[in-house]
């Protein structure tokens, strides 16, 4: 008989924009000790492997792995790294148990992008270096092991721009993206700015949420252009979090007397990295999608269903990746929002969550926090933002900036 | 042909890039120098630590359930996965668990006086609960595993919260020979 993967506990943080109290090991200690609580489990005895999502540049360490165990329970156990978005570990441990290897698997990922002061350098550094960062500004301060100092025989090799010090903020690249979705799908700015407006809406249901608002599309119209056509509330804020998961095999589940949401299908996805090649509509999603959606048995992905949350770290993220997942024709999402059928009485709740524009961009998190309000929502214990009969939900992740890369997780309601 | 260059190992015989020939663009090569910066919150229990540090007091947190003295301290148990319980003041001397003499500097050129590096078991925390320190006052012919050593501290007014307010150790007077 065919193995079943279950998600049997979930424990996060609280979300803000700097933690100054706690160290990064204790956000993660915190949020797996919540987890393995709602699970039942003793970390120590009955998880089997432990998984970590993280970036080391993120994190500010160099193989990062090897800081995790202490405070996930993982010490001299099966323990790995996946440097990725959070849902990515998903799929590792939905691989793990689906073999057979192991029975009980726990996922944790976290930001704490607060430790970080130069984020766009950082992202920079994700750009390729011959192709395309001498672009985004100069280089002025080369240095190798033991190198001389530079004579005016051998000078100091200067490329890119030669306005020192001068270095773009990666986050053009999205103001780049959004221009080209603009006018191909025929999107407006406003709608774009109705996702905000709609997001900060229900980060006021949300009590994990940090970023809520009442504000209008004026509000959002009327803020700064940063990367035009992308202005400053387009943009998700920053926040620190840790998220943890714990999976296991149907029949443990059972035993451990636990309401299990199914993890149904999966899929992820890759573009290529070269920026002036690649797609500019998230293939990356809709080919994640494709293949949760074939795993899962899902045909009609939108009358199948009930809940989504897609990556809104950009505003027009959201409506992008909607459409990528076949959940709105192209163009059509705006629409759909403008007409109320992203609400939580609509025909496709989205980010009911809040996402990222409410709740905080958490970085490897993000899939994870997606994840963890259809889970949340699935067991029904979403207070005042819970979607009526929500049974299947599907939790959508992008890497973020400059990546073209994605997941998609599809869950269903025990008994499907 | 290319001679064996002493230090590399024997089945990888080549001529190395020197700088000059990455310099005067002898070979493909692109450069970056990204801005890396972190602040990082340290949290609960290092942040006790180090302000012990500062007051020269060596802090330990223990873990009733596992009776473990925990150095470097920390709020949660890695063996129990319980919250840790005290904290309590350890001496300021322990023991060499090993060390190594360490001859060359991070980019492997030779150091022309050796540096002592190695771990320390504090006295009063649990075996092998301890420091990573450099060790001085003795000379690399006498230090040896299981030496008595004691922390020198910087003075009070040049102390920062930092685990370099312990500027190394110094074989503990009666314990310093083999
Ligand atoms: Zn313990």
Known sequence: MSRRVCVIGIGHTDFNSITPDVEWKELMYESCQKAYVDAGVDPRKDIDSFITCAEDYLEGFSIFDEFVPDQIGAVLRPCCTVCGDGLYGLGTAYMQIKTGLMDVVSVESHSKISDLLTLGDILLHAFDPVFERPVTGPVERPRYGGSPEYTKEDPKPLVGSTKEKQRVHPYFLAGMEMQDYLRTSGTTEEECAEVVVKNKMNAFFNPLADYEAKISIDNVMGSEYLFSPLKRLDISPNVDGAITFVLAEEKTAKELGVDPIYLSGFGWSSETPWLSTRGMSADYATKSSQMAYKMAGITNPRKQLDIVEVDDRFSYKELQHLEAIGLARPGEAGQMLMEGELAKDGAIPTNMSGGSLGIGNCFEATGMQKALEIITQLRGHAAKRQVADAEVGLAQAWRGIPSGSGAVAVFERGGA | ?178
């Open chain 2, 1 to 178: 042909m290319a001679k064996k260059i002493e230090g590399s190992p024997g089945y990888a015989p080549g001529t190395r890039v020197s700088t000059k020939d990455i310099v005067q663009k002898k070979i493909s090569y692109s450069w970056w120098e990204p801005e890396v910066q972190y602040s990082w919150s340290m949290g609960q229990a290092m942040s006790k630590f180090i302000m012990g540090l500062k007051d020269g007091k060596i802090l330990g947190r223990t873990c009733i359930k596992c009776d473990r003295v925990l150095v470097p301290p920390r709020m949660f148990c890695e063996y129990c996965y319980g919250p840790t319980d005290n904290w309590i003041e350890l001496k300021d001397t322990g023991s060499i668990e090993t060390y190594s003499i360490s001859y060359l500097d991070s980019d492997a050129r030779r150091i022309k006086d050796p540096i002592l590096i190695g771990v320390i078991s504090i006295d009063g925390a649990s075996p092998q609960h301890g420091f990573m320190h450099y060790f001085g006052e003795m000379t690399k012919e006498e230090i040896h595993i299981g030496m008595k050593v004691k922390a020198v501290w910087k003075a009070p007014k040049d102390r920062e919260g930092a685990i370099t307010d312990i500027k190394y150790f110094k074989p503990l007077k009666g314990g310093g020979k083999k």
